[in-house]
């Protein structure tokens, strides 16, 4: 019926599915629904079941200790923490001072080895793709974080040594059970505590960091508040422009990094790390106040006060028998073939996590460390815990993104090193690190933590065994996927509005895949995990 | 120059973030002085999609030559041997793997899980987990007893949960530069260069285990002691390197304070973490442990303890570990 000369809007609609996505463990890929060359729906998709949750049925209540570190090999130590708080408030036990100094200290370090690792091993070689190379910055950008570079060898060889320094406090590694109910399992010696501070002292904020010119400078003493702060310490000096965070930070703008991947803008932390005085005896009621990096929740609008009673899993979507809502104490994980689901609509292994914000209804949130220091920002914060308005005010000024999520995710590092040198100091190394509990035959118990920090545990224990064990892991918040009511997880709506440019595939030949390890992909791909924008896509057939 | 290709499984991918913490030799140095190729690992390669797929396709076309697979995690079998529980590229990842290691000079599997099925494979068992070779202690596995890799080798076995990062990268390294000879595997498969010994060799406590001084209790209780007696370790029961090759260079569990949980041998997690079994020593008649070091008869090993406990000399029950 169109006219000659009449605007006739043709809609050029396309389905594209992309595997593996996932950098880590749980393996996504993700569907996209591209019009006109911008992305206007999304589907996560984990394609891959291990069942904890059932395994975990019927074990001994300490089982968790060890099997949840085996969730995930890059948080083992924060699914620790919050499996032992959930035994510990299951068992009414005490915990002395110097174990909850210890706890606080094992999981910062696990995170502050973390930072660099993640953003050298896995995402700033996303950066180098070469569908970046317009940017005038490109070749800096390569010749520092190319995948197997020469420069990237030297910073990993500091920050390698810096996860091993912080690593004195006898805690050896990542899959350790080390915290149990009552404290921890180590004494230190004098020796242990001083190498540990002294190392961390010149090491991981230094080290890694300082040649690359850590967030350190910017955040020091909280005096940084908002955003133009951080473009004035860029300019401030030539070492702060050059330096690895200057560089993100000027490479981002130049590419549009501040642009994409806004996410929900609701968050939700679960809060980390006690006041060791106001935890000594772990309760689901006095959590909340012993926290020294705040839970809370941020509905776009307004913070609210974390109360684990709010949150569902619903699991409509997700390969598991039935559909609905439940809290995690009433959770069940009973899994259906895949090729089964599919025909009821279900496309994924996670499920998806809701909050009941109150007068609001049941929400997908983001979690992870945007979310952390969002909820940092919120005032009226007690003595003892964290309150830097920093990113929150960024989120404000220009909303978030990928690049706003990195920044918080760096922000984290140098914050966390002056804690850890502070409990560090407070350790009495002639009190108790361990209180033997008695071990209860029954009870019920939550909680939730850490660099994944709105990672959760529910565990309810009947005659002296496991009776259920439901775990959320930040992932899961980020990764889930539809609910009952249709409502996207996190990352399904970040990734609506992207650009993509589907390009001509073209294959490198076997001989020059090494010389170009640059894959030809575009638009962005999303770390599993972290939900940050590590590469470009690539297209296939649908 | 060896191709390598690093997949996963039913994995947590603790194995690759123990890898990416090597430093003698670093992941790095293997690519850049050793000459491994790594033509794809999910973390830390650039390529995904449709450009791993063709990958894996060029291989199994003899395109691209496979030196070493490396795999990491469990071969998941499940819903009812379907492997739909784990797919890759719209096809069960088992499937993969099957032909992939058919086309590798050498397998390598690292970690519990792609040895012997490790945490996932732990009663019920609910996606059907399967190690390489081995269902625990089971010959077996997902590729058969009598499989053999091109280059007529049985999977080579790294456990550990994780595998210690040097573990894994001297293997890599011995793979490619030719030095596979000199790497005994022992009957598990596991090079006996690394799994010869005891993960009590080398272990701190070592004096408290000779006179038979438990520690009483964790926290400030292992200022003393040998935690073999109460709190379940299985040091002097497992085979691992753990008190030779520091982890991080620095520490190991029983220096620590924590027993061993015998996580390099295959029946890890012991007793499926039944009720009563967690950190604590099973025993029979009350005192005496039901599992005595490895060779070592029940009635020797009682009559021994008796003897070293009444010899033992005072400050053996004393704290050696002080602040």
Not at chain 1, 109 to 137: D, M
Not at chain 1, 159 to 169: E, N, W
Not at chain 1, 360 to 375: C, D, H, K, S, T
Not at chain 2, 41 to 55: A, D, K, P, T, Y
Request: net charge positive.
């Amino acid at each position: 019926m169109s006219q000659k000369g009449s605007e006739v809007k043709t809609i050029d609609r396309k389905d594209l599915k992309v595997h593996s996505l996932g950098r880590v463990e749980g393996d996504l890929d993700v569907r996209v629904s591209i019009e006109n060359g911008v992305v206007v729906d999304a589907w996560t998709e984990a394609t891959m079941f291990r069942g904890f949750e059932i395994i975990l049925k019927g074990k001994d209540p300490q089982a968790g200790l060890i099997v949840t570190p085996r969730i995930c090999g890059i948080c083992g130590g924060s699914h620790l923490t919050k499996a032992v708080y959930a035994i510990d408030t299951a068992w009414s036990t005490e915990v002395p001072p110097n174990a909850t100094l210890v706890r606080n200290i094992a999981q910062a370090v696990e995170t502050l080895q973390s930072i660099p690792r993640w953003f050298y091993a896995l995402f700033a070689i996303g950066l180098t793709h070469e569908n970046y190379k317009k940017s005038p910055l490109y070749d800096e950008v390569v010749k520092r974080w190319a995948p197997y570079g020469h420069e990237l060898r030297n910073r990993r060889h500091r920050i390698g040594q810096a996860g091993r320094d912080l690593r004195h406090l006898r805690r050896p590694v990542a899959t350790s059970s080390f915290m149990v109910p009552g404290g921890v399992m180590c004494a230190p010696t004098l020796s242990d505590a001083s190498r540990a501070r002294s190392p961390s002292s010149s090491t991981t904020a230094n080290t890694g960091w300082r040649k690359s010119g850590s967030a350190v400078r910017w955040s020091a003493g909280w005096r940084t508040r908002r955003g133009r702060d951080v473009l004035n310490w860029l300019e401030e000096k030539p070492e702060h422009r050059d330096s690895d965070l200057g560089l993100f930070i000027r490479y981002s703008l130049d590419l549009g990094l501040d642009q994409y991947g806004r996410g929900p803008g609701r968050f939700l932390a679960t809060g980390s790390f006690f006041e060791p005085d106001l935890y000594r005896y772990p309760t689901i009621e006095g959590r909340n106040r012993a926290l020294i990096a705040r839970s809370g929740v941020y509905d776009g609008e307004n913070f609210h006060d974390f109360d684990q009673a709010r949150v569902r899993e619903d699991h409509t979507h997700s390969f598991f028998r039935g559909g609905g809502a439940f809290h995690p104490f009433e959770g069940v994980t009973d899994p259906i073939d895949p090729e089964e689901g599919a025909k009821e609509g279900k496309y994924t292994w996670a499920k998806a996590p809701r909050y009941d914000v109150p007068g609001v209804g049941e929400l997908a949130l983001e979690a992870g460390p945007l979310a952390r220091q969002v909820i940092a920002g919120r005032p009226g914060a007690e003595a003892h815990q964290d309150y830097d308005p920093l990113i929150y005010n960024i989120v404000k000024e220009i909303g978030p993104s990928v690049m706003v999520r990195v920044l918080a995710r760096m922000h984290e590092a140098p914050k966390y090193y002056l804690r850890v040198k502070e409990w560090l100091r407070r350790i009495d190394l002639n009190d108790k690190f361990y209180i033997k509990p008695k071990e209860l035959r029954k009870g019920a118990a939550s909680d939730r933590r850490k660099p994944p920090r709105a990672l959760s545990d529910w565990i309810v224990i009947k005659d002296g065994k496991i009776e259920n064990y439901q775990v959320i892991t930040p992932t899961a918040w980020n990764i889930g996927p539809r609910d009952r009511h249709d409502q996207r997880g996190p990352i399904e709506t970040a990734m609506i509005g992207t650009p993509i440019e589907i390009p001509k595939i073209r294959w490198s030949s076997p001989a020059s895949r090494r010389a170009r390890l640059v894959p030809r992909l575009h638009g962005p791909r999303y770390d599993a995990k972290t939900k940050q924008e590590i590469a470009k896509y690539e297209v296939t057939k649908f | 120059m060896a191709n390598l290709l690093w997949m996963h499984g039913g994995a947590c991918n603790g194995n690759t973030q123990s890898f990416l913490n090597a430093d003698e030799p670093s992941v790095i140095d293997l690519v850049r002085d050793f000459g491994i190729n790594i033509l794809y690992h999910h973390s830390i390669s650039m390529e995904f999609g449709e450009q791993v797929h063709r990958l894996v396709h060029q291989i199994l076309n003899d395109e691209i030559p496979l030196d070493i697979f490396v795999f990491e995690g469990t071969v998941i079998q499940g819903p009812n041997g379907t492997g739909r529980y784990d797919m890759f590229h719209d096809r069960p990842k088992k499937d993969w793997i099957w032909e992939l290691a058919h086309k590798a000079q050498f397998v390598v599997a690292i970690g519990d899980c792609a040895c012997w099925g490790g945490i996932p494979a732990t009663k019920p068992n609910p996606s059907e987990s399967v190690g390489l070779q081995y269902l625990k202690g089971e010959h077996g596995g997902f590729l058969g007893k009598n499989f053999r890799s091109k280059a007529g080798l049985p999977v080579i076995n790294i456990p550990g949960c994780p595998a210690h990062p040097d573990w894994v990268t001297q293997i890599l390294v011995a793979v490619a530069t030719g030095r596979l000879e000199d790497v005994q595997l022992d009957e598990l498969q596991r090079p006996q260069t690394f799994f010869k010994t005891f993960t009590q060799t080398g272990c701190t406590r070592v004096q408290y285990f000779e006179w038979k001084e438990p520690v009483e209790e964790f926290g400030q209780g292992t200022r003393k002691g040998c935690l073999f007696y109460e709190q379940g370790c299985r040091g002097p029961l497992t085979h691992s390197p753990c008190n030779r090759i520091l982890w991080n260079r620095q520490s190991s569990k029983t220096r620590s304070g924590m027993p061993c949980i015998g996580c390099t041998e295959p029946q890890f997690p012991f007793f499926d973490l039944a009720p009563g079994t967690v950190f604590k020593t099973q025993k029979v008649l009350g005192s005496i442990p039901k599992e005595v070091p490895q060779g070592v008869d029940a009635l020797s090993y009682s009559i021994s303890a008796a003897v070293s406990r009444a010899a033992a000399p005072k400050w053996a029950k004393e704290e050696m570990f002080v602040p």
